[in-house]
């Protein structure tokens, strides 16, 4: 398997519950390294690019309004097959339809407010870490 990048947020849900230290330690418990972390606020315009691709959906404005409504948590990961690993570490993206013990099942309220986000492909890894980080800022860890 190929090492791939995958990009987490970890949504304002998450920073207003106070639950960024468990969520990444679950991360590097996992195997992932992180290459980046930052905290930052979503303008709506950034909120509206990122998620540019979901334009027109019913969900959109609210998605965007959320995610501009606090600090969220973009981090760079790596690891041989990150972007399925990640998405079973974080489960379904309805908290209710998400296998016991990830990270939306043990802390998220809605499919709206699920606590982080993970990209869906390895394309998109790489132009989500692209939005939030510059390449030459990304630390590769030596193990």
Known sequence: MA?????A????DCVRKNLIGEVIRRIQEAGFTILGLRLTRL?????EGFYAVHKGKPFFEELTTFMSSGPCVPVALEKENAIADF???????NPDEA???TIRSDFADSIGENIVH?????ANGEIEINYFFDQATLVANER
Do not use: F, H, W, Y
Not at 43 to 47: D, L, R
């Open 3 to 7: 090492t791939e990048r995958t990009l």
């Open 9 to 12: 947020i970890l949504k304002p």
């Open 43 to 47: 303008t709506k315009a950034q909120a």
């Open 87 to 93: 998405r079973t570490l974080i489960g379904a993206t």
């Open 99 to 101: 296998d016991e013990g």
């Open 118 to 122: 993970g990209s869906d492909s390895v």
